[in-house]
């Protein structure tokens, strides 16, 4: 498993898919200062595309310290309702 931070996660999957599970890459930035749409927009964005077909966790590039905390619900909730693999 691959916890990327400041890696183009987009590309990452292009590059390892199939080999690694990728872990991270909710930016702090939209935890911080974005609406809890913002996040579950990007959120959908991350499991449409690099977790299709697997290989992805969904969590913060970094340590999430002075996210809202409706935010951090947001990319929660959001995870588990849509991020299902089925």
Do not use: W
Not at 3 to 23: P, W
């Amino acid at each position: 498993m691959a916890h990327l931070d400041s890696t183009d996660i987009f590309r990452a999957k292009e590059v390892l898919n199939g080999y690694m599970c990728l872990r991270g890459n909710v930016p702090g930035s939209i935890l911080t200062a974005g609406t809890p749409q913002d996040v579950k927009d990007y959120c959908k964005k991350l499991i449409d595309v690099v977790g299709k077909g697997g290989g992805l966790v969904v969590c913060p590039r970094v340590v999430p310290d002075d996210a809202k905390a409706e935010n951090l619900h947001a990319m929660i909730d959001f995870t588990r309702e849509y991020g299902v693999y089925k």
